[in-house]
């Protein structure tokens, strides 16, 4: 059942219960009155027909002036008057035999008028004339109080039905911004998210109107925001495979190529019987195989952080500076790193790499410095303070404009730092650097941090 028809309904069971108290009220205040009008008519009555009795024995026809005297009450609205043979028993009325109209006997019965009656006995000089009996008749009464409630319960029933057609309407209206929200939210919910709710309408509805509508839009940002973030991941891995083909071309085949050239010289010299030179074309090799084993190892660190877990944090960290050194020797890298094998947790580990590496991102791109501090340093627990880390990155660059948001770098750093219970702040002071400082809390005991100096240039 619509909300619409069940407001009507309760409005229409208030009305009618309201109308049916007003028509018991009604009835019970005219009920009394009648009964009070028809007593006091039976006295009147009664006065009547004894002051006419009182000058019957002066009269010359006295059956005439009975007649004359009962008579006179025809066409009374409320008194009904007869004249009866000698030692006939009182009569009462009843309203049965009245003629009430229109109006039905339930009505007639539930004003429970009772009806009255006197008689009068005629006796006059000793001679018995018979009774006259006085009859109540509240028809005309009960006529007209009900003819009063038809036409009040009318006018009422005309109000109240404009009043429920108002009601209907306006709630119509009111409640027709539900059905464009509902409409709305499906379109939502289809991932149409330009989708807006506008229209005048009432105050709450309106606040609704604008919560829905401040909805849409940060969703539509986060769809943007996700097609960015889809959009750079995908530039990121052609980035990462152009670099990966670069450094196979430029890095390895080299090498592989001067190991085959040693090779066939070992293999040429041997034949010869030259094993001096052999030695040294042997140590020429073994130089290459280690160079492309270096290189990667360093290839690895920047393509699978999981080298966290065959290096370490620490050889992880310096791998990745060291790839920025080379695309960048004027940069000058300051790096504190804890002692090799320090481990915080394979969480703590990854998030601390993925802020250093971030921030090193963002240091290089946007920053143009001429040094980079990195330091990562645990500190005990002091009071209600746990262990915790803190990684920092600084850079004496141009700094971080005033009117620069959060990207997704920054955005997901942050988000990594808070799901570990920890704080990011970022001293952007203009043309001081940047300075990217992010406390973690963590479990494990406390880890020396050993300090070390590395410059590209040097
Ligand atoms: N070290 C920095 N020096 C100067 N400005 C910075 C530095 N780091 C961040 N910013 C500013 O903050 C903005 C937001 O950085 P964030 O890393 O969140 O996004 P981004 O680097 O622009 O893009 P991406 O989503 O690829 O990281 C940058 O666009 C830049 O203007
Ligand atoms: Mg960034």
């Known amino acids: 059942m619509s909300l619409r028809f069940r407001l009507i309904c309760l409005i229409a069971i208030v009305l009618i219960a309201s109308l ?9 205040n005219a009920s009394r009155s009648v009964q009070t009008e028809m007593n006091s008519a039976l006295q009147v009555g009664k006065q009547i027909v004894k002051s ?35 030692g006939a028993a009182a009569v009462k009325p009843s309203p049965e035999g009245s003629h009430f109209g229109t109006v039905p006997r339930w009505f007639v019965r539930f004003l429970g008028i009772t009806p009255v009656a006197a008689r009068v006995p005629i006796t006059i000089e000793g001679q018995d004339y018979g009774s006259i009996v006085i009859e ?10 009900w003819n009063d409630l038809g036409d009040g319960f009318s006018v009422l029933a005309l109000f109240f039905g ?17 059905d464009h929200l509902g409409l709305a939210l499906k379109q939502i919910g ?31 940002e986060m769809d943007e925001e996700k097609r960015r973030l ?29 190991i085959n050239v040693d090779l066939a010289g070992i293999a040429r010299l041997a034949d010869q019987g030259r094993s001096a030179e052999i030695a040294r074309q042997t140590r020429s090799a073994l130089d290459s195989v280690s160079h492309i084993q270096r290189q990667i190892r ?38 504190s790193l804890p002692p090799d094998a320090a481990s915080f947790g394979a969480l703590i580990d990854i998030t601390i790499y993925r802020i250093v590496q971030e921030s090193l991102s963002n240091a290089v791109r946007h920053g143009d410095p001429a040094e980079i501090l990195v330091s990562v340093t645990s500190v005990p627990a002091d009071g209600p303070e746990p262990d915790r880390v803190t990684i920092e990155v600084t850079n004496d660059g141009h700094g ?7 990207g997704f770098g920054l955005t997901g750093m942050q988000e990594r730092v808070q799901a570990l219970g920890g704080r990011l702040d970022l001293m952007r002071e203009p043309e001081h650097g940047l300075s990217v400082t992010a406390t973690l809390p963590f479990p494990a005991a406390s880890t020396q941090v050993r300090a070390a100096s590395f410059a590209g240039d040097a």
Request: include cysteine; hydrophobic fraction near 45%.
């Open 298 to 335: 360093t290839m690895l660190g920047r393509l699978r952080p999981g080298v966290l877990a065959d290096f370490g944090l620490a050889a992880a960290i310096m791998s990745m500076v060291e790839f920025w050194q080379r695309r960048h020797p004027g940069i000058h890298f300051k790096v």
């Open 20 to 28: 049916a108290v007003e028509g018991t009220i009604v009835s019970f």
């Open 400 to 406: 971080m404009d005033k009117t620069a948001g959060f």
């Open 230 to 258: 889809n959009e750079q991941l995908l530039t990121l891995q052609e980035e990462e495979r152009g670099e990966i083909a670069r450094d196979l071309h430029d890095e390895i085949s080299p090498f592989l190529f001067a």
């Open 190 to 220: 289809h991932g149409d998210y330009k989708t807006r709710i506008g229209g005048n309408t009432v105050p709450e509805l309106a606040r609704l109107q604008c919560s829905f509508n401040r909805m849409a839009s940060e969703l539509m």
């Open 162 to 178: 404009l009043n429920i057609l108002l009601i209907y309407v306006f709630i119509g209206r009111v409640l027709r911004p539900l």
């Open 52 to 86: 006419g009795l009182a000058q019957l024995p002066d009269s010359t026809d006295r059956r005439r002036d009975l007649e004359t005297l009962v008579a006179a009450f025809e066409g009374n609205r409320h008194l009904r008057v007869s004249l009866t043979g000698g």
């Open 136 to 145: 109540t008749d509240p028809a005309n009464e009960i006529l007209e109080v």
